[in-house]
């Protein structure tokens, strides 16, 4: 009852009403810009979060990313650019059905589909993160540390045939984390006398680097997105659905929720994966499979569906152990850290209000979604047809304006453009970014648990083998750590195809694929 | 690959270079049984015994795939230009943070939309500098005016007295 009440008081609230209203619309519009992913529009927003109060500013970032995995689907179906990686399997269906003027009535499954997806994710969202805050009587400073060192285990590990770059990238991240000022005695560490550094480097700068400067030199040379491409007026027309076609298409939806719920729950799993995952079974479970690929109604709406699942299951593990799935979810952890919150198993105990109040916030997100959807589809249509150089100078503009904003300090700015460079190095040589986010919003907290728990025990390591949950979060970290490297291995003794020199590649033994 | 192996034997450099930083940390009573240069030490090692894996890794790989080696220059070179043009808007970057100081915020945030936009491919145009033009004062109207952001205001104050 008293999480209805701190919900009901955020619903009612008007700075969250607002906060979500502007989150969905920028969102929406972040969304639909082909190159600003859901992360990116939340880590453009992320400075400006800074000065608000902490129900707002996490309510303010969920909801960009609620809209930003409808907004992705908007230049999908109209010009066959997906805004977002989970809209790509909207293009297929979508695209088909805007070539057949029936644009209008694609974009209205996917803003239907995607409004029940995030409802129901949120249903799911809001039952399975309570029973999981009675874990909080059993978490100690071990356990903690044990928490930190499995989140980046995992993250790490997902890295599809890069562990070890993920586990580099990991221990890079816990490296940054360490400049600063010491935790516990005070020393500064790695400031090369800089009085800037030593209040640390903060996550907000390296999450603006990585996301936003390294995709804007990724996109510095690719070529113009929307040029020949214009989304015909006529087919531009938002045309709901009826409630006699909801339910004909109710196996697709049904499918999109399961799947959206499973993967967004799964760390690493994202709305891309659950997306193509409903394509594909909505294909399978569909009366009538001859129609997709030609403008099938449960082609749309199935992966639509999933990917709003995902915007809400994806919070779950954030909240309830403080470890993001996803580079959303790791800068809408950032938001909570900005705050002096730390999202995990005590949260709900220490601050139900923000943990309900979001799920409030994002009930009258998922809300406002529907309603902007319907009018904001112009501005979207207007926007994706500006030149792209137009679009990177403004949102080059946003990142030098907007990280001056935090601490007033050009030192920043010039921390943000180095982290873009690294970002981009990253990139290029086939390194996950998040396990380095992952290590440096986390470090703070593994470092602080470790050196409490050596406090207690005079520096004896066996504390972290001596408690149960430390013991079994430890063991399931080498667990997942070891099988990611016998599927390495494996992989490694495949043979390796090479196209360039097929007789010689024959010729050559076993080989590996080159990451 | 071999951008694989320089990259490990970088990261191998930095791991020893981490673990002197870290342990010229100054030690401190408050520290407890471990200090403030214990977890960097420990990462130091961490990433080392990573990197040599990489590099182990690397190499391996690199014995068995041998023959691809040199089948694309062009489309390296090609490959070169787009790392180079994506330096650039950090080089574009870099400019602003040592220009705005001097010539002020509206100033040099109109330099560097007009700048992004031209690299990327747009033409000098009528409509490109009114966006520069417009799109700078929108930019100091929400910042300076609405946020409050006290971004630089450069040489301006003084000029005007």
Known sequence: MEGLFYAWQAVTSMPVLLAAIGGVTWGILGGALPGISPSIAMALLLPFTYNLPPLVAVVLLASVYVGAEYGGSIPAILIRTPGTNSAAATVIDGYEMQLQGRGGEALGLSLVGGTIGGLFGLILLSTLTEPLASLALYFTPPAYFALGILGISIIGSLSEGALLKGLIAGVIGMM???????????????????????EGIHFILVMLGIFAVAELMAQAGEDRWTEGSQPKASNARLKLPSLATLWRLRTAQAIGCVLGAIEGAIPGGGGSVAAFLSYNEARRWSKEPEKFGKGSEEGVIAPETANNVVSATAIVPTLSFGIPGSNSTAILLGGFLIHGLQPGPLLFTTNPE??????????TANIMMFLLGIVILGPCIWLVKRPKPYLMAAIFGLVVSGVYSIDHSLFDLAVVLMAGLVGFVMRKLGFPTLPLILGLVLGYMIESNYRRSLLITNGDHIVFLQDGVSLGLLLCAALIIGFSALREIRR???????????????????????? | ????????????????????????????????????????KMLAIALAVLSAGLIAQTLLTMKAAVQTAGADLNARAEQRALYLRAFGMIAIGAGYLVLVPYLGYILTIALLLLTVALYNGKRPSVGLFLFAAL????????????????LPAGFWPRLIG
């Not at chain 1, 940054?176 to 030593?198: C, H, N, Q, W, Y």
């Not at chain 2, 490990?8 to 240069?37: C, H, M, N, Q, T």
């Not at chain 2, 799109?135 to 006290?150: D, E, I, N, R």
């Open chain 1, 176 to 198: 940054i984390a360490t400049v600063g000022t010491d935790p516990i005695s005070g020393v500064s560490r790695f400031t090369f006398g800089k009085p800037e550094l030593l």
């Open chain 2, 1 to 40: 690959m071999r951008g694989n192996l320089v990259t490990g034997i970088l990261l191998l450099i930095f791991s020893v270079v981490f673990w002197f930083g870290a342990d010229a940390i100054p030690k401190s009573r408050l520290s407890g049984s471990v200090g403030a240069d214990g977890l960097p």
């Open chain 1, 492 to 515: 490694l003794r495949e043979p390796l195809v090479l196209p360039e020199a097929p007789d010689q590649g024959s010729k050559s033994g076993p080989a590996s694929i080159s990451s």
């Open chain 1, 354 to 363: 923000i943990v309900y109040g979001l799920f409030g916030g994002l009930f």
């Open chain 2, 135 to 150: 799109g700078s004062v929108f930019f100091y109207v929400l910042f300076v005016q609405v946020l409050a952001v006290p």
